[in-house]
């Protein structure tokens, strides 16, 4: 005797399965979870592990953000940017004074960031048009009095239809309608 079906069971088995996300979206996703974790902004000055270091669970600033999602995907950024800034220091930023390269705080600095996507991404047009912006975009901002910043274009759009970021301004690691708000100073795509 033949059990009787529900009249959806067979919805769910003729459904094609989502597509798996590429590297982006996948990025995406990892910057998207890192906001459900509370972290107070901290600027401190760690010393950390290398490689695969990281600052207090709790603790960060907007760079961190970068490094925690690129993390989620395997990709060490502390280990990245240190073995760049190794053999390249004299094309990352002097404004620190530094004689050599810092596995403590080098991949946490925006402008170094800065320095790295651009030699080891792709560097892509500034421009004012959102449709530009694509999921896992890396986007730096200089806001005012000449603090720069960094945040991640995520799959997650605001009511204009504009993709948001996620970023750590001060608050923590929030999911913002901000991409247009500071004058934008880089726009990159990494991928390793």
């Not at 080098?106 to 959102?130: C, W």
């Not at 960094?150 to 608050?171: F, P, T």
Request: aromatic share 10%; charged share 25%.
């Amino acid at each position: 005797m033949a059990c009787a079906q529900s009249p959806t069971a067979n919805i769910a088995d003729n459904q094609a399965p989502a597509p798996e996300k590429d590297f982006y979206g996948k990025l995406s996703d990892a910057a998207l979870q890192l906001t459900e974790n509370e972290v107070e902004y901290d600027p401190t000055y760690y010393k950390i592990p290398y490689p695969n270091g990281d600052v207090p669970k709790g603790k960060g600033v907007c760079t961190d953000v970068i490094i925690r999602a690129y993390r989620a995907l395997n990709i060490d950024l502390q280990k990245e940017v240190h073995e760049d800034m190794a053999a390249n220091f004299s094309k990352y930023p002097k404004a620190w004074g530094l004689k050599a390269p810092d596995t403590n705080i080098d991949h946490r600095r925006v402008p170094n960031l800065q320095v790295f996507f651009t030699r080891k991404g792709e560097s892509m047009a500034i421009t004012t048009k959102a449709s530009n912006y694509k999921v896992g975009d890396i986007v730096t901002w200089m806001l005012p009095a000449n603090h720069p910043h960094v945040g991640i274009v995520v799959d997650k759009k605001g009511a204009d239809g504009r993709y948001k970021v996620v970023h750590n301004i001060g608050s923590g690691q929030n999911l913002d309608d901000c991409l247009f708000d500071w004058k934008i100073t880089g726009h990159y795509r990494y991928k390793k």
